[in-house]
C-alpha cells in the first residue's frame, strides 16, 4: 500500500503548496518602453530649460532614452495601435531632439505611455495591500545605502555614482511620479545607471518596496490630514476605488482636480494605508480584469498561448479566491461566471474569431459588475448564515457519507467489527487534515486556485477509480441470497488477504476532499457576520447527516446480504461516474485538460455532469467499464459457487 500513501501525500502537499500555474509573462518591450517614457516625463525637466540644455549628461540620457522607446515599440507584436504609437515616438523623439519646451514633452510622453498600457497592457497594481513593514525591512537591506536611510539619495554608497541615485524625498519629482512607475523601474532596473533589476524579487516584495519609497516625499502630518480628507469627502473614494487607482495616480494629476494641498494631504495618506481601498473581494476581480484585457491584447496580437495563461489566471489567480464568498451570496451567479471562463478559454483554444473572444470578456466584465454588487460589504443576518452553512455542509457531505457508511455497513455484514476502526480513522483524520490545512493556509501560506482545483480533481479521479473497482466486486457478490454463509465467509477470507489500511485511505481521500471545500466556503460566511447563524447552520446539517447515517445502516441491518450488496454496488457505479465528473472538471479549471464545451448539455453539478467533451466522455467510459465489470460479474459461471 506505499504507493498508495505515498500518492495521499502528494494529495496533501499539493494542497498546501503548488503555486497558482498561470504566471505573469516576462518583461515585455512594451513594459521597457512604458519605463521609458514614464522616466522621460519626469526628468527631461531638469535637462531642458528655455531650449537649452542645462544638464549635458542629463540631455544626453533623455536622447538615449527617446532612441530607445522607439525601438522598444517598433519591436512590439502586431497591434492595430502600434502604427500610431510609434508614429508618436518619433514624434517625441523629435522633440527632445529639438530641446522642445518640458510641459511639451512631459505630456507627449505620458500620453504615448497610456497609449502603450492601452494597447499592450501590464499589471497596474498588486493583487492585495502591500506590506509596508516589509518594504522598509527590504528597503534598509537594499537600497538604504545608495539612496539614503530618508530617501534623499545621500548614502554612503551614493558617492562617485553618475549618473546619481534618485531622491525619493525631492518633492517635485514625487509630484510626477505613479507607484507603478516606481514599481517598473524596481522591476527591470534602469539602463546606464546603477539601478538594478530586483525582479529576483517576489512582486509582492517588489510592491512593498515601491509603496515604501513613494511615501519619502510626503510628512506624517500630511498623512493625518489626508486620512480626515479621506473619511469626511466620498467624492475621494470614488475616484480611487482600489489599488490600481492609487498605483498610478500622480499626485500632480490629483492636485490639477483637488489642489496641491489636498492632493498632498491624500497620496501621502493612500501611499502610507493602501489598504484603505482594497477589500478583498474588489482587489481580487480587479485581476480578474486586469488578466482579462490582458488575455485580449495578446490573442490580438497572435499570442494564443499567452492568451490561454492569462484567461487562466484570470480564474485561477483573479476569481477562484472570491468563489467561497460569491458561492455563499449568489451560486447561480458564481456558475454563470464559471461557465463563462470555460466559455473564453475554449474560443482561445480553438482560434476563434477575435471578435468572438472580445464579446466574451465583455460578458465576463459584465457579470463581474454583478459579482461586485453582490460581494459588496455588507453585514450578513443570522439566516442568511444559516442557510449557507446548512446546504454548503449538506451538499457537500452527503457523497462521502454515503461511502463511508456504505463501507462501515460492509463490515459489518462481513462480521468484521475489528477493521471498523480503520475506517473510522479515515475520516477522522481527515477532518483533522482539513482543520491543519485551514490553520496553515490562514497562518503560514496561501493556497491557490490552482491548488484547489488539482487537490480536489486528483481526489475525485482516485475516489471514482477505487468505487469502479469495489462495485464491480460487490456486484459480483450480491447473487442469491441462499449463498449468504457461502459470501460471508469468501468475504472474511477476502478482507484477510487485504490491508485494512486500503480502507483507511479510501475514507480519507472521499472525506478529505469534503471538507477540503467547505473550509473555503465556511471561511467566506464567518468573514461576512452572522456567526451565530452559520454555527446553528452547521450544527443543524452535522444532525442531519448523523440521522441519514443512523437510518442507512439501521436499513442496511434488515436487507439480505445479495441485496445489500447489489444496491451498494449500484450506490457505488453512480458515485464513481458522479465523481470522475466533478474530478475532470476540476483539472479542466486548472488548466491541465482542454475544454471543448457542448451547448446542448446541462450543468447538473450534484450528478458531475459539466457540458464538455472530455468530461461526458470519462463519464460515459466509466459508464461502460461499469456495465462491463457487472455483466462479467453476473454470468453463471461467475454466479456457480464451487463444491
Known sequence: MQPLFRLLALLFALALTTPALAQLPTASEAQVAWRLL??????????????????????????????????????????????????????LQAAIRDKADPQVVGDQARTLAGAVLTAYPSPLAPSFPPDLTKGATLYAEQCAACHGATGRADGAGAEGLDPPPIAFADVERARQRSVFGLYQVIDQG??????????????????????????????????????????ADPALRVAYPDLAAVATATPADLASRIGETKARAVTAYLRRHPEATARPEGATLTLARTRLAESEAAYHRGDRKAATDLALSAYLDGFEPVEPALGARDGALLRRIETAMTALRASISKGAPAEEVAERVARLNALFDTAERALAPQEANNFASFLGALTILLREGLEALLIV??????????????????????????????????????????????SRELT????????????????????????????????????????????????????????????????LFYA???????????????????????VIAWALLAYSKRLPIGRFFSWSSILMAVLSVVLIGKGVAALQEAGWLDIHPLAWIPRIEILGLYPTVEGLAVQLLTIAVLVIGFARTSSPRTARPPH
Open 38 to 91: 514614464d522616466y522621460v516625463s519626469v526628468d527631461y525637466a531638469g535637462a531642458v530649460a528655455n531650449g537649452q540644455v542645462t544638464n549635458p549628461a542629463e540631455y544626453g540620457e533623455m536622447v538615449e532614452f527617446g532612441s530607445q522607446i522607439r525601438t522598444r515599440l517598433d519591436a512590439l507584436p502586431p497591434h492595430p495601435a502600434k502604427a500610431g504609437l510609434v508614429r508618436d515616438a518619433v514624434a
Open 190 to 231: 534602469l539602463d546606464g545607471t546603477a539601478m538594478a533589476s530586483f525582479a529576483h524579487l517576489p512582486a509582492e516584495d517588489r510592491w512593498a518596496l515601491a509603496f515604501y519609497v513613494s511615501r519619502f516625499a510626503f510628512t506624517d502630518a500630511e498623512a493625518a490630514e489626508g486620512q480626515r480628507l479621506w473619511k
Open 405 to 450: 457508511v456504505a463501507m462501515i455497513a460492509f463490515l459489518r455484514k462481513a462480521d468484521r467489527p475489528e477493521v471498523l476502526p480503520y475506517v473510522h480513522g479515515g475520516w477522522v483524520a481527515a477532518l483533522v487534515a482539513g482543520g491543519a490545512t485551514w490553520a496553515a493556509a490562514t497562518f503560514f501560506i496561501s493556497v491557490s486556485g490552482a
Open 456 to 519: 480536489e480533481g486528483f481526489g475525485s479521479l482516485l475516489a471514482a477509480v477505487v468505487l469502479v473497482s469495489v462495485g464491480i466486486w460487490m456486484h459480483g457478490k450480491s447473487h442469491a441470497d441462499a449463498w449468504q454463509t457461502y459470501i460471508r465467509d469468501k468475504l472474511s477470507r477476502a478482507l484477510s488477504r487485504r490491508s485494512a489500511w486500503f480502507l483507511f485511505l479510501l475514507a480519507f481521500v472521499v472525506v478529505y476532499r469534503e471538507v477540503f471545500e467547505t473550509i
Open 524 to 546: 467566506a460566511i464567518w468573514s461576512q457576520g452572522g456567526h451565530v447563524g452559520m454555527l446553528a447552520g452547521a450544527l443543524t446539517a452535522v444532525a442531519i447527516l448523523a
